[in-house]
Every structure is written in C-alpha cells, then in structure tokens.
C-alpha cells in the first residue's frame, strides 16, 4: 500500500476516532447537566411544596383551635380568641410567603390544587375569625379540607416524579368523645357555647 495512501487513512481514523470521542463526551456532559439542573429545580420545589403545606397546615390549625374555644366540634385544643386571632394573622402571612414560591416554581396542577386547599382552609379561617356555620356543615368543610390537602400532595408528588403509588384516602374529621355532627341544633344551626374561655 502506498504510504501517503496509509497515512491519509491513519489521518483519517485518528480524526474520526476524536471527533467521536468529542461529541460523546459533549453528548455526556449536556445529558449530565440536564440531569444536575432537574434536580436543582425539584430540590427547589420539594422544599417549596414542604414549606407551604406547613404553613398552610398551621394555619388551619390554629383555625381548628380558635373554632374549638367558639364551641365548634374538634379535636384541637382551645386557644385564647385574642391570643388566637393574632397567631392566625401571623400563619396567613408565613402562608402567604410561602405560596408565592409554589406558584413561582410549582407545576400548573400542584398550584390549582394548592388553590383549592387554601381556600378549603380559608373559609375554616372564617368560622375561627366568629363566622357563624352549622357545626354539621363546619364538619364536612373540614373533611373537604382533609381531602383537598390529599390533592394536592397527590399532585405535587407527581411533579417531583414520585412513584410509590397513591396516598390512602384520609380519616373522616377527628372529633371529641361526645363531638359529632349532631352537636348542632336539630335546623342545623350552631348551638352557642356556654361559656367560651377569656
């Protein structure tokens, strides 16, 4: 074989062989920071997620307590009404925060699903503020919320590509030995409480 001939395809191969080799570590490289960036951005949301569910289950939960001291049936324990009504302006503004990451970062269901928890938990936050409601229909909008909190962990574990099957369906609302939907009067009307704590 004529030696240019051989050199020419010994060229050859060593140009074809790096080339080769450059666009499979680029191809590499890109597929790694792809990875790296996904994972940056559902770290990001997990913690998002996280944090708005804590506020938001904190908010319902002193929504709960300040429900229980204005006679409604619950398995929270009474809050002082003063003492209460500041803590639940102070959950709605953590709760408020941390939503605005959720919509920043979270994905089109997670954030309608977030939506309709809070508002759930909302109109519990209306009874706690001295709204009146029967105790019956307080009952079912607190079961709502229960449902609605599923929802949306539902969704937000899609986002983050969580696959470990679906969340059991939640207890029916925990109530007082003695508390029940029927604590209500017979036209459903909230019975007052006797004496709510000072």
Same mark, same amino acid.
């Given at each position: 074989?004529? %030696?240019?001939?051989?050199?020419?395809?010994?060229?050859?191969? @060593?140009?074809?062989?790096?080339?080769?080799?450059?666009?499979?570590?680029?191809?590499?490289?890109?597929?790694?920071? #792809?990875? /790296?960036?996904?994972?940056?951005?559902?770290?990001?949301?997990?913690?998002?997620?996280?944090?708005?569910?804590?506020?938001?289950?904190?908010?319902?939960? !002193?929504?709960?307590?300040?429900? &229980?001291?204005?006679?409604? %049936?619950? +398995?929270?324990?009474? !809050?002082?009404?003063?003492?209460?009504? #500041? +803590? $639940? @302006?102070?959950?709605?503004?953590?709760?408020?925060?941390? *939503?605005? !990451?959720?919509? $920043?970062?979270?994905?089109?269901? &997670? @954030? &309608? +699903?977030?939506?309709?928890?809070?508002?759930?938990? *909302?109109?519990?936050?209306?009874?706690?503020?001295?709204?009146?409601?029967?105790?019956?229909?307080?009952?079912?909008?607190?079961?709502?919320?229960?449902?609605? #909190?599923?929802?949306?962990?539902?969704?937000?574990?899609?986002?983050?590509?969580?696959?470990?099957?679906?969340?059991?369906?939640?207890?029916? /609302?925990? $109530?007082?030995?003695?508390?029940?939907?029927?604590?209500?009067?017979?036209?459903?009307?909230?019975?007052?409480?006797?004496?709510?704590?000072?």
């Amino acid at each position: 074989m004529n %030696p240019v001939v051989q050199q020419v395809l010994t060229m050859t191969g @060593v140009l074809l062989g790096g080339g080769t080799t450059f666009v499979l570590t680029t191809w590499t490289e890109r597929s790694r920071w #792809r990875r /790296a960036e996904q994972s940056k951005w559902d770290d990001r949301r997990l913690v998002a997620y996280n944090e708005f569910a804590h506020a938001l289950k904190q908010y319902a939960l !002193i929504s709960m307590r300040l429900s &229980a001291a204005r006679g409604f %049936p619950n +398995a929270g324990q009474p !809050i002082d009404l003063e003492e209460g009504l #500041r +803590a $639940l @302006v102070e959950a709605d503004s953590e709760k408020s925060l941390k *939503w605005e !990451i959720v919509l $920043l970062l979270g994905s089109p269901e &997670a @954030v &309608a +699903a977030a939506r309709r928890w809070n508002k759930a938990s *909302w109109e519990l936050g209306y009874v706690a503020m001295g709204a009146d409601m029967a105790h019956d229909e307080y009952v079912r909008k607190y079961e709502e919320m229960g449902r609605l #909190r599923n929802e949306f962990y539902e969704c937000a574990r899609g986002d983050l590509g969580v696959r470990s099957g679906e969340l059991p369906p939640g207890n029916k /609302a925990w $109530l007082p030995p003695g508390g029940h939907v029927g604590d209500g009067a017979s036209d459903g009307s909230r019975q007052q409480p006797s004496e709510l704590p000072a």
